[in-house]
């Protein structure tokens, strides 16, 4: 980080997406649909969801996977031990990453966003604060034992060839399946389909592909048979999101909708979310027969959410329990237990619209993680107190971990490419430690990282 903030800002996607053409999810269709008794949708094949795969076609993967079957609940027992009790119901996710591709910590982060963005969406379309409950910790992350190819050509590149083998995986690693009547399992795979292989949401789960993180992330998503990329932005793909989990629901498509994407229930029922309308979030909405089917779910109760959650056109770190979080993974590399999430995140929120209380709190509480007993315990805080105090910190080692843990990377490390960004920070603290006061000195080196432009790219 230069000592001007004058750092590259990692470009964001702009424009529309095309409503009858949007690559995934579903659109140029690539999911798995029931309706609200739990058959499978049908829409024209010929429409907008034409390439959808049909879970008729796919009904022995799904039944010998379902927690309706008893022999599918033995070896859920046996590999990841006994089913808890009946509740509480919640949505759980969980990023797969292939043997093959790194982690990738702004694909967990943007997906805990995702679904915090939805929750709010669901609690306000269906009014009186009721919405689903996420699980905790809010990802669940696991690295799978197949490279990223492996999912689109086992056993052999048919359609629904790679929703079965990650799924597959999926769930002997996080104890999921279908038809849990604990759990709506949501993932997302670091690996891409080929062309007409299906993903999406039926019987309790939906899949995702690495299109979807791409495009939650702000990157250029690789259609999977061919043409032009959908950039719809981050909004879209919370969308597509919010579509999907309405399908692991069990919402339908609206029904009478045609090829060319004109529905009965004329453009309401075409721009709700449960048709084209996740292209247009968060300007969509549900439609009432989906409110009466969630309503019976059980998966609906009465939530105290704080929010309003972060512009999902603008920057999710101004949003503070987005910020917490991040504290949590930055430090502790770890997601949040939700006791110490809900406390920090109220210790910002309750400065209200105060924009300088605000600023001022988001320093105390990302120190708060610098003097944490969690933090100093791990292997990358060796070196950083100082023996002899005052200074309470050794100041070389200081700086070089507000550019470890703040902007993830080396002082030396691109945008900067030299260490004169680091010799500045670590000019102006010795300076300020060396004349007292050294709380002070720490407190406007991390306010420095926090609010630079560098720090704020992260997060597209």
């Known amino acids: 980080m230069t000592k001007n903030f004058s750092l590259t800002v990692v470009l964001r996607f702009l424009g529309s997406a095309l409503l009858a053409c949007l690559m995934m999810v579903e659109v140029c269709g690539q999911s798995i649909a029931p309706n609200a008794q739990g058959a499978p949708a049908r829409p024209d094949r010929d429409g907008p969801f034409a390439q959808e795969v049909n879970p008729d076609t796919n009904r022995r993967f799904i039944n010998e996977h379902s927690f309706d079957d008893p022999a599918f609940r033995k070896r859920r027992h046996d590999e990841v031990g006994p089913l808890g009790p009946q509740g509480p119901k919640r949505v759980r996710m969980v990023y797969l990453i292939p043997s093959d591709k790194p982690y990738r910590k702004d694909y967990q982060i943007a997906i805990g966003n995702a679904i915090l963005h939805l929750q709010n969406f669901y609690q306000a379309e269906m009014g009186s604060g009721y919405s689903f409950s996420t699980h905790s910790p809010i990802v669940e992350v696991y690295r799978t034992s197949h490279p990223a190819n492996y999912y689109s050509t086992f056993p052999n590149n048919g359609p629904n060839d790679f929703f079965n083998s990650v799924l597959a995986d999926g769930f002997a690693l996080s104890g999921g399946g279908f038809n849990d009547p604990n759990n709506r399992w949501i993932y997302y795979i670091d690996a891409d389909p080929a062309c007409n292989q299906g993903v999406g949401g039926t019987s309790g789960v939906a899949l995702l592909p690495a299109n979807d993180l791409r495009g939650l992330t702000g990157e250029q998503n690789i259609p999977p048979c061919g043409g032009s990329p959908d950039n719809g932005g981050i909004c879209r ?54 409110k009466n089917h969630l309503f019976n779910t059980g998966f609906f109760t009465v939530l105290s959410l704080d929010g309003p959650r972060f512009n999902c056109a603008g920057n999710p770190i101004d949003d503070q329990r987005v910020f917490v979080r991040v504290q949590y993974l930055d430090f502790f590399g770890r997601e949040p237990d939700q006791g110490g999430w809900d406390f920090w995140t109220g210790t910002i929120t309750q400065c209200g619209s105060d924009q300088i209380c605000i600023a001022n709190k988001r320093v105390d509480v990302s ?94």
């Open 367 to 460: 120190r708060a993680f610098w003097e944490s007993d969690e933090f100093r315990g791990k292997s990358i805080a060796f070196g950083m107190l100082n023996s002899n105090p005052p200074p309470e910190y050794v100041n070389s080692r200081f700086v070089e971990l507000c550019y470890n843990i703040h902007l993830q990377r080396a002082p030396n490390a691109p945008p900067d490419n030299n260490f004169d960004g680091y010799n500045y920070w670590l000019g102006q603290l010795n300076a300020c430690t060396g004349a007292g006061g050294d709380y002070g000195c720490y407190h406007g080196l991390i306010r420095a990282f926090l609010e630079s432009n560098e720090f704020r790219a992260r997060f597209p």
């Open 237 to 290: 793909w919370i969308g597509g999101l919010g579509h999907e989990l309405g399908h692991a629901f069990g919402l339908p498509h609206p029904p009478g909708c045609d090829p060319n994407g004109a529905c009965t229930g004329g453009t309401f029922a075409s721009n709700s979310l449960m048709y084209l309308g996740y292209s247009l979030y968060p300007g969509t909405y549900l439609l009432q027969d989906d």
